[in-house]
């Protein structure tokens, strides 16, 4: 099993809509919890970071982090087709190492 | 101000070559990270150094893999003979053990190899 989950969709949303977008994790010792943004042929970019539980909002952004359940969340509300592009989560305890989760991969259409 | 900088940015070449992958990281970021991408096994880490000294290998595939960091400016993944599987999306990676988000690693714009 890997320490990271994710769904890799494809997901497919009609611009406007919310869109959920979800990892799991099996190590307890996590505690930085990232969402990077992966557009076609490029790096990926930090979009949100949250350390611990709770969560956080930046503009139409949401990250959420429920470390009893080991499930974090990002929320994109009134999505736009610039907002298409593969999203990845990445996790990190003490050490120096980032654990990314597969990502996915999100279509915004007009 | 610069981000990463990876060259070359597509390299393909067939099986049994050499192929040296080139990464110049952000100046004044102590760390630096070698990743590879696949649809099937997502962003694996590789390599990091920190200070130029490699800290964690143990994501090196084989022994065809290695990795150096002659100084703080420049890096080098080599694979040592190619094979078809190490087709893939190469990343580096650099972060400063003084940024605002720990852990936060800023990306190059990755080397796309395809191993004939």
């Known amino acids: 099993q890997k320490e990271v989950e994710q769904d890799p969709g494809p997901l497919s949303v009609p611009e406007g809509a919310i869109v959920s977008l979800n990892c799991t994790y099996s190590?307890?010792?996590?505690?930085?919890f990232m969402w990077y943004r992966q557009y076609s042929r490029k790096g990926p970019e930090l979009l949100m970071y949250?350390?611990?539980?709770g969560n956080k909002e930046d503009g139409r952004f949401t990250a959420q982090v429920d470390k009893s359940s080991k499930y974090i969340s990002l929320f994109i509300r009134d999505s736009q087709p610039s907002d298409s592009a593969t999203y990845l989560c990445?996790?990190?305890?003490?050490?120096?190492?980032?654990?990314f989760g597969t990502g996915t991969r999100l279509q915004v259409f007009p | 101000d610069a981000g990463v900088i990876q060259s070359p940015r597509h390299e393909v070449t067939e099986m049994g070559q050499e192929v040296t992958l080139r990464c110049k990281p952000i100046?004044?970021?102590?760390?630096l990270f070698w990743y590879r991408q696949t649809m099937m096994r997502g962003l694996e880490l590789l390599i990091y150094?920190?200070?130029?000294?490699?800290?964690?290998d143990s994501g090196m595939p084989e022994d065809r893999f290695s990795a150096k960091m002659p100084n703080a400016s420049f890096s080098t993944l080599k694979i040592q003979p190619s094979e078809p599987r190490d087709s893939a999306v190469y990343f580096c990676?650099?972060?400063?053990?003084?940024?605002?988000?720990?852990?936060?690693?800023?990306f190059g714009p990755g080397t796309r190899l395809t191993v004939l």
């Open positions: 990676a650099s972060r400063s053990s003084g940024d605002r988000v720990p852990n936060e690693q800023f």
């Open positions: 190590n307890s010792a996590f505690q930085y």
């Open positions: 949250t350390y611990s539980s």
């Open positions: 990445a996790m990190s305890g003490s050490t120096d190492k980032l654990i």
């Open positions: 100046s004044g970021h102590d760390y």
């Open positions: 150094f920190n200070n130029n000294v490699p800290i964690d």
